[in-house]
């Protein structure tokens, strides 16, 4: 069940974080949000020219690396755990925690939570960031549409996302190997650095990066992920304003029931009805 769930939160709750850090950080910095759902059929060429001073490339830059790489992280604090007892087995898994006593913040995130999450926040930057601004700003004007946006999103994923995750991906595999030990010696902390010189020594380049690791991260990850810039561009504005009307009304509606309750008069006869029943005094 946790890994069913993890499965369908982690694109959910991605798109959903990296939207409300964008908003926020567009807004304390006197921002443009990242092109988002009809924008991204509309002309680059009349947008108004964004400042150039040093300050201004600085907030923008930020907000870039900023925005993909919370949501990236929250990402994976809901799924990493998930992942890693599907890797183990929950038995085993089990057994590695009670032997390392991780801290209760450990035990949240997971092992390995580090290159996990530096595979999401690529996978982030990479679908709603790369994508949608590459195609904006450079993709032929009389070619967008909703096809062309779907395959885009594709090949973004293809050859420029997977092609830096599946090094990420395979950091975290090592790194839980690491941390299960050798046969016989018992669970043990992952150290990164570690991790990466064994790596090279034993397979070089290969350890992180090859065409079947790539070919096999690409069937898995691409029908999903890559197609999230079309789904999260077309499809989710569909119905965006009828739940944002929807909550909206139960909020206004909640918030009127309370400042009612809190403004009801006080009715002091309320306090005299109740009689208080005392024994009789016996002369």
């Known amino acids: 069940p946790a890994s069913g769930t993890a499965w369908f939160l982690q694109y959910s709750v991605m798109g959903m974080v990296f939207q409300v850090v964008d908003k926020a950080l567009s807004e304390s910095m006197g921002l443009p949000r990242t092109p988002y759902g009809s924008q991204l ?8 020219k964004e400042s150039t001073d040093v300050l201004a490339t600085i907030k923008s830059c930020s907000k870039i690396l900023l925005a993909p790489a919370i949501a990236g992280m ?5 799924a990493n755990r998930a992942e890693v007892q599907r890797y183990f087995g929950i038995q085993k ?4 925690e009670k032997a390392l006593k991780w801290n209760p913040i450990s035990k949240i995130f997971g092992p390995a939570y580090l290159a996990n999450s530096s595979r999401n926040i690529i996978m982030s930057a990479t679908s709603f960031v790369i994508t949608p601004v590459l195609y904006r700003k450079y993709y032929p004007q009389e070619q967008k549409s909703q096809t062309t946006l779907f395959w885009a999103g594709l090949g973004v994923n293809i050859f420029i996302g997977n ?3 599946i090094t990420q991906q395979a950091l975290w595999g090592r790194a839980l190997d690491y941390a299960a030990g050798a046969p016989g010696s018992g669970a043990r902390n992952i150290h990164y650095k570690s991790v990466v010189q064994e790596g090279l020594a034993k397979g070089g380049i290969s350890a992180f990066f090859t065409l079947p690791k790539w070919s096999s991260r690409v069937l898995m990850n691409a029908p999903v992920q890559g197609t999230l810039p079309w789904f999260y561009n077309e499809v989710l504005p569909l119905g ?3 739940v944002l009307s929807a909550a909206n ?19 002091a006869g309320n306090f005299n009805d109740t009689k208080m029943a005392t024994s009789p005094i016996k002369n």
């Open 93 to 96: 898994f089990a057994e590695m």
């Open 41 to 48: 059929m509309e002309d680059s060429k009349n947008d108004v």
């Open 240 to 242: 965006e304003d009828a």
């Open 74 to 78: 929250v990402e994976s604090s809901v």
């Open 163 to 165: 092609v830096v995750a």
């Open 249 to 267: 009304s139960l909020h206004s509606r909640l918030t009127k029931r309370g400042l009612d309750s809190s403004s009801a008069p006080v009715n």
